[in-house]
């Protein structure tokens, strides 16, 4: 790959139009994570701020997906 190829597939996966060149992705949802016990409405909303994330890339995600959360 040449160096403007790579360059605009980078453009393209931080447009979130392709896939990362690298083969990885990162997500950062602020906020704390959600407890399973917490009310329902809590739940809810951090599934929505995790979506809402995910919804800005135009490809689908396959393979192993390693979840890291910090705090």
Do not use: C, W
Not at 5 to 18: S, Y
Not at 28 to 37: A, C, E, M, W, Y
Not at 51 to 56: A, D, I, L, N
Request: without cysteine; charged residues 25%; negative net charge.
């Amino acid at each position: 790959m040449s160096d403007d190829e790579l360059i605009k597939a980078l453009e393209a996966a931080n447009g979130g139009r392709e896939a990362s060149p690298f083969g990885s992705l990162e997500f950062k949802i602020l906020g704390s994570p959600v407890s399973i016990q917490a009310k329902k409405a809590a739940r809810d909303e951090y599934v929505t701020r995790i979506k809402s994330s995910f919804g800005k890339i135009d490809y689908f995600l396959i393979g192993d997906i390693h979840l890291n959360l910090s705090h």
